[in-house]
């Protein structure tokens, strides 16, 4: 636990240097370990495992646009549960549970491996992907599914590069405003 | 799209910083301060003789309350706006300045003979007093609860009134070197109830701007 933390903690320091490459392996490797613990705090509240996915979704979000509310001088993993907990909390609320979530309950790491998540994947993100408005959809399906970089999308579409990277930006703070008012 | 696909967006959009919150609340404080400042220097201004109240207990204890109340309340914003923060630890740095405010009444009590206290505590200045404090904490709860919206405060309600608090505090340090009235007991009467509205103000404020 000791190791992972300081691993994931140096890879949020490089990440936030700029070195996109770390980020991208620090945002799979902690996917994992987020899905057990929604799959943990849904199971505990009786609540079936269709939206382990989207607490999931909506914690990567959060802790992207919200990157900014970690202290370099903290440790990185109870920060990240906190989100964790807090994104669990407002997936409960939205469907109408009793939400209670003790600090405990999420503050230590899961001891199994996470569920399968395959059949799980994507079916409210493609609902709320639609949501964005057309170039931010292109772009973000561009990035995303066709894995293409910044600067290609910017040569298709004949934009500039940092047009694409503000339109993406916005896409991602759209998305998660979208899990946040989404009805269920 | 699956987590995957986000995590390649996320990725893709690069997590090089924004500016830390700290600063955002920092520069919140800069501009919000800026205007309250401005109505101190139309409305109010430093009290002639600052010299000679600086050699009083009363002024300076009066200063220290308030300058400890913004300094709690700057430290609970900051720590608040984290996900991960103990907000019972926030909550027990703030009630030190009640603490000394608590303190210093005990010792007006113990110098001063009862007759004189319901004057010190009416003053001559309590109308001003909440007017001014109410009126310059408005400009930094503003700036404070935009800056706020980049924190992911566990408790959006909580965040925003200790907003309030800090901008109910600053406007109460500005307005400490302007009033002659400087007793603990006119401080306990007249302070708060300003200071209480700016953080209810704040706490209602939060609740609806400061989800995440």
Known sequence: MTDRETHWAGLMRAAIRGDDGAYRRLLKEV?????????R????????????EDVVQETLLALHLKRSTWDER????PWLYAIARNKLIDNLRRRGRQAHVAIDDIGELPGGEAPPAAELNGVDAARLISRLNGRQ???VVAVSVEG???????????MTEGAVRVALHRALRALAKAFRTETP | MNTDHLIAAIAADGAATPPSIARRIAAALGIGGLIALVLFAQGLGVRPDIAVALQTWRFVVKVAIVLTSFTAALWATAHLARPDADQRQALAVLSLPLLMLAVAIGGELALSPASTWSAWAIGSNSRVCLFYIGLMAVAPLAALLAALRAGAP?????AGAVAGL??????????????TDD?????????????????????VAGYRLLRW
């Not at chain 2, 800090?166 to 009033?179: D, E, K, N, T, V």
């Open chain 1, 31 to 39: 996917a994992p370990v987020l899905r057990a613990l929604a799959s």
């Open chain 1, 41 to 52: 705090g849904l199971a505990r509240h009786n609540h079936g495992s269709e939206d382990v």
């Open chain 1, 74 to 77: 903290q440790p990185f993993s």
């Open chain 1, 137 to 139: 959809r292109e772009i």
């Open chain 1, 148 to 158: 293409e970089t910044a600067r290609q999308v910017a040569e298709r579409l004949g």
């Open chain 2, 154 to 158: 566990r408790s959006p309600a909580l």
């Open chain 2, 166 to 179: 800090l901008a109910g505090s600053l406007a109460a340090s500005l307005y400490a070197i302007h009033c």
């Open chain 2, 183 to 203: 007793s603990p007991l006119f401080v306990a009467l007249w302070y708060p109830p300003p200071i209480l509205l700016a953080t209810l103000a704040g706490a």
